[in-house]
T-cell receptor
Framework: DSGVTQTPKHLITATGQRVTLRCSPR?????VYWYQQSLDQGLQFLIQ???????AKGNILERFSAQQFPDLHSELNLSSLELGDSALYFC?????????????FGSGTRLTIV | AQTVTQSQPEMSVQEAETVTLSCTYDTSESDYYLFWYKQPPSRQMILVIR??????QNATENRFSVNFQKAAKSFSLKISDSQLGDAAMYFC???????????FGKGTRLHILP
């Protein structure tokens, strides 16, 4: 157990629907990162929150949004889902803002759009 | 923009042998960190080893070591005495000291032959 908890582990839904993925960071970590892992695209950075505030944005679609709550858990909302959104979505957390400590990853949410 | 390139999509090695995974990266900055992450079939992303760019000494973690060539922007991972449990996807990653997000390569799938 890495200390980063992601729920649900698997999610199957239809095109056009909306889903929410949840992440609880490791105790004491203020930063939460969301990544999308598709078969042919590797790990793509979506967005980062630090202590409730958006800090960095990657190639996140407008149909996707995220937030970090006062208790530091984060949610990634995906709407108007398309077949191409099928992927593994990772959350990671980090305790430092700058520097070389790598992330601690959750086990991911496998999203399948049918 | 920073990039990370892993030119070997797949590799195989005999159990107990040594294998080297290649990684090159591109950045105009001098202060950064490099990582190797392992993703076994369980999908969990596990930090294997990290290297600070300002350190000339190559990092080592048990059977895992790196060959960091800063001028050549090369960061290879050597796995000694390969074990069946080393079978996984390996990702090379780069993080700027001024930034929080980590940029990943597309990965190298490592097979261990018994």
């Amino acid at each position: 157990d890495s200390g980063v908890t992601q729920t649900p582990k698997h999610l199957i839904t239809a095109t056009g629907q909306r889903v929410t993925l949840r992440c609880s960071p490791r105790s004491g970590d203020l930063s939460v990162y969301w990544y999308q892992q598709s078969l042919d695209q590797g790990l793509q950075f979506l967005i980062q929150y630090y202590n409730g505030e958006e800090r960095a944005k990657g190639n996140i679609l407008e149909r996707f949004s995220a937030q970090q709550f006062p208790d530091l858990h984060s949610e990634l909302n995906l709407s108007s889902l398309e077949l191409g959104d099928s992927a593994l979505y990772f959350c990671a957390s980090s305790g430092d803002l700058e520097g070389g400590i790598g992330y601690t990853f959750g086990s991911g949410t496998r999203l399948t759009i049918v | 923009a920073q990039t990370v390139t892993q030119s070997q999509p797949e590799m195989s090695v005999q159990e107990a042998e040594t294998v080297t995974l290649s990684c090159t990266y591109d950045t105009s900055e001098s202060d950064y960190y490099l990582f190797w992450y392992k993703q076994p079939p369980s999908r969990q992303m596990i930090l294997v080893i990290r290297q600070e760019a300002y350190k000339q000494q190559n990092a080592t973690e048990n059977r895992f070591s790196v060959n960091f060539q800063k001028a050549a922007k090369s960061f290879s991972l050597k796995i000694s005495d390969s074990q069946l449990g080393d079978a996984a996807m390996y990702f090379c990653a780069l993080r700027m000291n001024r930034d929080d997000k980590i940029i990943f390569g597309k990965g190298t799938r490592l097979h261990i032959l018994p």
